[in-house]
């Protein structure tokens, strides 16, 4: 199994460092108007909290006033803690962080923050870089339409939900149909490979031509139910072709869920709405460090002495209804927000 625990997730590693002030590079500010010198003086006076600042580059990401008052006290190093991930995303860190602390950044700042990071990341949808910004969706996309002969276009857009939505999607949804009209015994995830479009929407497209149908689909279910039903028919598809009973929509075995385990690390990694903010980059560093080796444990299981396998196993059992508890609240709490 592939070693979760070395997968490092993009944002700020925990733990602090004394680095040398002469060593860091300025940020790439998102502030038009530079710094302001009162709240250096201000910061200047107190204890000075550590600054964000990119691995790689030493550049600061957030910090810049702080760094400044600490030149300001002749000081020759300043904590620090580290940022991960590429240099291309530096600039976005920067906003992210700017706008969720400290002098809070003017809206004229946010709006030509928005325009560089559609110039660099034309994929990200308007919903996306507006919860980077904390600007409206709908500000968002005026922004684009008022730069689009300059802004590079992308042929998708990636949502606040990290996912990447075709914008010819009736030209996709007509590419999977004919793929699945010369492979009717396609699965599922072939159609959706061949056409670009999701697992949920080939099984839609699916079901639809099944029933004869080649119109527009009457009102659809709720998003939850049609993940229900998509992840029903993936697991039928996977089992046909994995050579077990046809249909019998049996669950992923443990083997099958632990393969899958990285590629759900992998995918949440990049969501923009947890690796630009400080909360999501948390809990994907709790997601990392709790990550159960699995085949660890079945080695230890032979050191279990017989005597103490009773209390081993209702240890893992109480773990195990404990994360059972934890995933069936979330589990309700995105249907309800899919019913909403």
């Not at 699965?187 to 056409?195: K, N």
């Not at 990550?291 to 002495?305: C, I, K, S, Y």
């Amino acid at each position: 199994m592939r070693d979760l625990q070395a997968m490092t997730p993009p944002g700020e590693c925990s733990g602090v460092h004394l680095v040398p002030v002469d060593s860091l590079v300025d940020a790439d500010s998102p502030r038009l108007g530079g710094m302001s010198p009162e709240h250096v003086e201000v910061l200047a006076q107190g204890a000075i909290e550590p600054i964000l600042v990119h691995r790689e580059t030493r550049r600061v990401v957030d910090g810049m006033h702080r760094l400044q008052a600490a030149r300001l006290r002749g000081e020759k190093v300043i904590p620090v803690r580290y940022l991960d991930g590429p240099a291309s995303e530096v600039f976005i860190h920067s906003v992210a962080a700017n706008v969720a602390h400290g002098l809070p950044l003017t809206l004229k700042d946010r709006k030509a923050a928005a325009r560089r990071i559609l110039a660099s990341h034309p994929d990200l949808s308007d919903r996306a870089v507006a919860r980077i910004t904390r600007l409206s969706p709908k500000t968002v996309g005026a922004v684009r339409r008022a730069s689009s002969e300059e802004l590079p276009q992308s042929q998708a857009r990636v949502g606040a939900d990290g996912r990447s939505r075709p914008l010819d999607a009736a030209e996709r949804r007509k590419a999977a149909r004919a793929f699945l009209a010369e492979h009717p015994g396609a699965t599922l995830r072939e159609i959706a490979a061949s056409a670009g479009v999701s697992v949920s929407t080939a099984c839609e497209i699916r079901q639809r031509m099944r029933r004869g149908g080649q119109d527009p689909a009457p009102p659809r279910p709720s998003a939850a139910r049609r993940a229900r039903e998509s992840t029903r028919d993936g697991t039928r598809e996977s089992t046909r072709d994995g050579g077990r009973a046809a249909g019998s929509g049996a669950p992923p075995g443990p083997r099958q869920a632990e393969c899958g385990r990285p590629q759900r690390i992998e995918t949440l990694a990049k969501d923009p709405s947890l690796r630009f903010t400080e909360s999501g980059r948390a809990l994907l560093r709790w997601l990392n460090e709790r990550a159960p080796d699995l085949e660890a444990g079945r080695q230890l299981m032979a050191a279990v002495p017989p005597h103490c396998a009773v209390a081993v196993a209702d240890l893992a059992n109480s773990y195990a209804q404990e994360w059972q508890r934890f995933a069936s609240s979330l589990d309700r709490a995105a249907a309800e927000t899919a019913e909403r």
